[in-house]
């Protein structure tokens, strides 16, 4: 039976809408019609005049709901997951497995494959973050994981059916010619948790290195004669950069700068969550070590931050209240940008006909109402 939802502001991925019926059927969108042309056998759900938005895509979701990916490396631990930020708008994610052994990047595969072929399910494929990454910006990832690239680790990362994989490497750390290998391969290549140069970027870019994985963070920053892996993120015009706009992780003036110095589309947000997010835990454990949420930060026992406490909804809200954003700009950053990082907005990050009908529905104050994920309802 098709579903009509009515009484809302529209966003459709680029322009605002009033006095419009989204009709959906079965996982799609069929339809965006005027009130007066809608058939009074469809069944209609009144938003009350909140929002209505494109679903929500987290790139970069390390855990949630109270799992980390790489300790519950299995369908149900990504499940449990994708329940705790779809509270928060998110329709679709990647899950994101930190620098770890074999053993546990093969599990985290099998995981996503049982689960991604079922657009219900809201994962949209894996990302890894490491192993491959250079020591002395390794961050919070365990340095004794942190391991020079194998063959072993590219047939994980070029196994079937993983939906869009995405990988963060350090690319001063690969042999030449591996990213370009990975990249014919269709897998999204990052830079992050890297020491390298400009010049070294620049190849990178030149092999077929899509983006920056949380722009400014762990990687080497700009200087006058030096511009570093930020520098070569904000002079490309045609790669993609993730932030996180928590207050914690960047400066709000730095992350202006950088909406300022890319292209309009080449600036997503992301999360890079920990398993507090949808929990009140006040701690957990991140391989051995311990550590501590307090006043929306995730940091060690030496104040070493270690992802973040921060969701897609608050992520939107930061990017108008601390940023500037255009509300408009800021959904885009959360829905259609990183769909076209993925190269899934042919049928994600926009309200069009023939899109499948992953939406959110939110009030004036950023508190999230309802979701549909390829059409199956949920609330907060």
């Given at each position: 039976m098709r579903t009509a939802l009515i009484n809302h502001h529209l966003f459709d991925g680029e322009v605002w809408l009033d006095d419009r019926a989204v009709v959906l059927d079965g996982q799609s969108i069929v339809d965006i019609t005027s009130l007066q042309s809608l058939s009074s056998e469809v069944g209609c759900i009144d938003l009350g005049g909140q929002i209505l938005a494109p679903g929500f895509i987290d790139v970069q979701v390390n855990g949630g709901g109270g799992v980390l990916f790489n300790d519950r490396p299995d369908a149900e631990g990504i499940r449990t997951i994708v329940k705790a930020h779809r509270q928060f708008g998110t329709t679709g994610l990647l899950p994101t497995l930190i620098t770890d052994d074999l053993k546990t990047m093969a599990a985290s595969a099998d995981a996503v494959r049982e689960l991604v072929g079922n657009p219900a399910e809201g994962v949209l494929g894996i990302h890894f973050e490491g192993p491959y990454l250079n020591r002395h910006r390794k961050g919070v990832h365990a340095e004794n994981m942190i391991r020079s690239a194998n063959e072993e680790g590219f047939e994980i990362y070029l196994t079937d059916s993983l939906g869009v994989c995405v990988v963060t490497v350090a690319p001063e750390t690969l042999d030449d010619g591996s990213i370009q290998r990975l990249a014919a391969a269709g897998i999204k290549v990052c830079a992050g948790h890297t020491a390298a140069t400009y010049e070294q970027i620049a190849a990178a870019l030149d092999e077929g290195l899509t983006g920056f994985t949380h722009l400014f963070n762990a990687m080497t920053p700009v200087e006058s004669r030096a511009p570093g892996v930020v520098g070569a993120a904000l002079?490309?015009?045609?790669?993609?950069?993730?932030?996180?706009?928590?207050?914690?992780?960047?400066?709000?003036?730095?992350?202006?700068?950088?909406?300022?110095?890319?292209?309009?589309?080449?600036?997503?947000?992301?999360?890079?969550?920990?398993?507090?997010?949808?929990?009140?835990?006040?701690?957990?454990?991140?391989?051995?070590?311990t550590v501590t949420v307090r006043d929306g930060r995730c940091v060690t026992e030496d104040g070493t931050l270690a992802g973040s406490d921060l969701d897609m909804m608050s992520a939107v809200r930061n990017s108008v209240n601390m940023l500037g954003c255009k509300l408009s700009e800021a959904l885009r950053m959360a829905s259609l940008y990183p769909a076209a990082f993925l190269g899934l907005d042919n049928r994600l990050g926009r309200i069009l006909s023939g899109f499948q009908a992953d939406l959110v529905a939110f009030d004036q104050e950023f508190k999230v109402t309802r979701t549909w994920t390829a059409g199956n309802p949920g609330t907060r």
């Open positions: 002079d490309s015009k045609t790669s993609w950069c993730g932030v996180i706009v928590d207050g914690h992780h960047v400066h709000p003036a730095s992350l202006r700068m950088a909406l300022n110095a890319k292209p309009p589309g080449k600036i997503m947000l992301v999360t890079d969550a920990m398993p507090s997010v949808g929990t009140e835990i006040g701690e957990f454990t991140l391989q051995g070590r």
